[in-house]
């Protein structure tokens, strides 16, 4: 019974990112999202990827890496650090692998995040995102980001922010800030560049 209501979210949340220009996938398990995935990338593609907790807990990297994709994989410090070259070559990957913080019933995806590369540049953009993901406004979204996964990734990767010691958003100015971007991404200008796999299963954070 669950798995038939995931399937009528999934449907709908489907039907408002075709009207948005953006393609969305059904599946029922990770594993099978994962396969998904895969079958997309070619061997030799460059693939690139978001601090993304889904893509990480579905193994997609090894997946790739069997498969001969080219993963382009910098240091942590690297990733943060002001100028850093990564940000120019992830701009020409071929894929960018993505989860997304939330998306709308309706097909509007919600991001808040300190460095805004997770939709430009790249030819192609996979977001890969959990049934939990979804809520019905675009406001609800960001109320998601801010009372749930911000504190967490917080207290998780130990940032000093207002929320990982507090528990919610502050609103604050933090040198650690994650929420530098609200990102809302309601349409792609571009026919068949960002693929949206929703998964019948809780994922991510």
């Not at 890496?65 to 994989?73: H, I, M, N, Q, S």
């Not at 997770?118 to 809520?135: D, E, S, T």
């Amino acid at each position: 019974m669950r798995e038939d209501v995931y399937r009528k979210m999934a449907e709908h949340v489907i039907e408002g990112l075709k009207k948005r220009n953006m393609e969305g996938i059904y599946c029922e398990t990770g594993e099978e999202a994962a396969r998904a995935v895969v079958d997309m990338v070619g061997p030799g593609d460059l693939v690139t990827w978001g601090g993304s907790a889904t893509v990480n807990e579905l193994g997609i990297l090894d997946l790739l890496r069997e498969k001969g994709a080219r993963l382009l994989e910098y240091p942590e410090e690297e990733r943060k650090a002001p100028g850093s070259p990564i940000f120019q070559e992830a701009a020409g990957a071929d894929y960018f692998l993505m989860g997304t913080n939330a998306i709308t019933i309706n097909g509007e995806l919600v991001n808040i995040d300190g460095a805004s590369n997770r939709l430009h540049g790249p030819k192609h953009v996979v977001i890969v995102a959990g049934i939990n993901k979804i809520v019905k406004t675009v406001e609800d979204g960001i109320h998601r980001i801010q009372t749930q996964t911000c504190p967490v990734i917080a207290d998780k990767t130990g940032r000093k922010t207002p929320c990982g010691t507090a528990g919610f958003c502050t609103d604050c100015q933090s040198p650690d800030c994650m929420c530098c971007n609200i990102v809302v991404t309601r349409r792609s200008r571009y026919t068949g560049r960002i693929r949206v796999i929703l998964v019948g299963e809780t994922l991510g954070i």
